[in-house]
């Protein structure tokens, strides 16, 4: 089952602009941690944020957790044409963090 | 770091016969895998934990009688297609947890694609 959706579904931009992308979930959570895939391969995973926690940083990555809205977003900043893959975002719910549920995900296009 | 291999990374079958993927936690112990179907374009759908020593437990609308789980060892997970058809056609991926690691990452293996033919 999934957990929620995704926005936008794709997404097309330049080298050097900023990526954002959205997600939201219906049930509680633990955590919640963004995923990249490239083209018919593995996952990568990407930053987890606890559901304490309302803004964490990683490079060029920044996630933001508003748990009163259920939404989550992931910002690329000063994209590069290697970042395009899609983006996936998970949650994990009370039962531990093993379990994770997958948004539709975001296919991101990042042209030079 | 933490790294699960999946084997075979593609596999093509003909209609009716079983295919068999497999999940190996490569440098630490995993209790628990999980178990995703892939459809192209789409997100990942979860199917089953695979519990090591138990029965695995199947999300709701999966077969499970279609897809065989088995958790042997603390190392190895399977996946058996069974009289498998080309709807089955699909990338399956499976996650493993390092319980003695730090954090709460979970590893993912680079997928294997069947097509039933």
């Known amino acids: 089952s999934q957990q929620g959706e995704e926005d936008p579904q794709a997404l097309s931009i330049q080298e050097g602009e900023n990526a954002t992308m959205n997600c939201s979930y219906k049930t509680s959570i633990n955590n919640l941690q963004w995923y990249r895939q490239n083209s018919g391969r593995g996952l990568v995973h990407l930053i987890l944020i606890r559901s304490n926690e309302r803004e964490k940083h990683s490079g060029r990555l920044r996630v933001t957790l508003d748990t009163s809205k259920k939404s989550s977003s992931l910002l690329i900043t000063a994209s590069r044409a290697a970042d395009t893959a899609s983006y996936f975002c998970?949650?994990?719910?009370?039962?531990?963090?093993?379990?994770?549920?997958f948004g539709a995900g975001t296919r991101l296009a990042v042209h030079p | 770091g933490a790294v699960v291999s999946q084997h075979p990374s593609r596999v093509i079958c003909k209609s009716g016969t079983s295919v068999k993927i497999e999940c190996r936690s490569l440098d630490f112990q995993a209790t628990t895998m999980f178990w995703y179907r892939q459809f192209p374009k789409q997100s990942l759908m979860l199917m089953a934990t695979?519990?090591?020593?138990?029965?695995?437990?199947?999300e709701q609308g999966v077969e499970k009688d279609k897809f065989l789980i088995n958790h042997a060892s603390l190392t190895l997970s399977t996946l058996t297609v069974t009289s498998a058809h080309p709807e089955d056609s699909s990338f399956y991926i499976c996650?493993?947890?390092?319980?003695?690691?730090?954090?709460?990452?979970?590893?993912f293996g680079e997928g294997s694609w069947l097509t039933v033919v």
């Open positions: 998970a949650t994990g719910g009370s039962g531990g963090y093993n379990k994770l549920i």
């Open positions: 996650s493993a947890r390092d319980v003695a690691g730090p954090g709460n990452t979970i590893y």
């Open positions: 695979s519990n090591e020593g138990s029965k695995a437990t199947y």
